[in-house]
């Protein structure tokens, strides 16, 4: 049998699987960064647009090297980064240009602030009917709670994670990383795949509406069913998963499982 050195010798190596996709970036911060670094990971090739100056403020969080945050090195990988002020003219201009070339652009700002700088994804998708538009926001894009500023952590709250992550009898707690963001990226990216596979036959994009405590909820499992059926209110329980047992932290042998078979 060949080795697999000589099984491979003169394989090409495939394109990543989002190679050719070009995305534009618009948010700060987490949620929209973490969607476009998704789809940079597997290939596209993403613009990221900062404003002059001080840039994504992630930048300066936490542990800096050479002046910039490693949080922001992981969140950027892979991007090229455009220095832009979205409030001027000329700003907004080359922002239509781009959007007019890309397949995909990702915001995270407050509802209404495209808008703003004239930039709404009606207009852009009037440029550009096969843009996909992905937009994230506390809690939508319509609603009554629209305008209100919302953040991972308010998302965690409001999706009802942190009450069930809480200990019995304490005040709610967080996990240890920006989990409400996360979710809400995730969902966007899937959101976005969708989005780029019906316009195979469409030939048209979509607006993408998500929102951080709906991407939460979603994750809440057997809650709302539960309620629905037997009017049960689950309760915080900490680490542990309540009516499956063992799920929690035990202290064990090694090489404890749980399928019996020890």
């Known amino acids: 049998m060949p080795s697999d050195s000589t099984a491979n010798a003169g394989a090409t190596t495939s394109p990543a699987a989002l190679a050719g996709l070009k ?23 993403v613009i990221k647009i900062e404003a002059p100056g001080a840039g994504d403020p992630l930048r300066k969080w936490r542990l800096l090297k050479d ?52 930039l709404d994804p009606q207009a852009l998708t009037d440029a550009n009917p096969r843009l996909v538009v992905l937009r994230i926001s506390g809690y939508g894009q319509t609603g009554p709670l629209r305008d209100k500023p919302g953040f991972g952590v308010v998302g965690e709250a409001m999706g009802g994670l942190r009450h069930l992550t809480a200990e019995p009898g304490r005040v709610p707690v967080r996990v240890g990383v920006s989990i409400g963001d996360t979710l809400a990226a995730l969902h966007g990216v899937i959101g976005i795949l969708m989005a780029v596979n019906e316009r195979h036959r469409s030939g048209r994009g979509q607006v993408i509406d998500v929102a951080l405590y709906e991407a939460v909820f979603n994750c809440m499992e057997s809650l709302l069913p539960e309620y629905s059926a037997f009017g049960v209110i689950r309760q915080p329980a900490g680490s542990a998963l309540p009516g499956i ?12 499982t749980t399928d019996g078979t020890d």
């Open 67 to 118: 002046g910039t945050s490693m949080w922001w090195q992981a969140q950027s990988r892979n991007k090229r980064s455009v220095a832009l002020d979205l409030r001027t003219a000329e700003g907004q201009d080359i922002v239509r240009s781009l959007a007019a070339q890309a397949d995909v652009l990702i915001e995270n700002f407050r509802p209404g602030a495209l808008e703003a700088w004239g």
């Open 23 to 45: 995305v534009l970036e618009l948010g700060q911060l987490i949620a929209g960064p973490f969607a476009a670094k998704t789809l940079a990971d597997f290939g596209a090739d």
């Open 245 to 256: 047992a063992p799920s929690n932290a035990y202290r064990c042998k090694d090489a404890a």
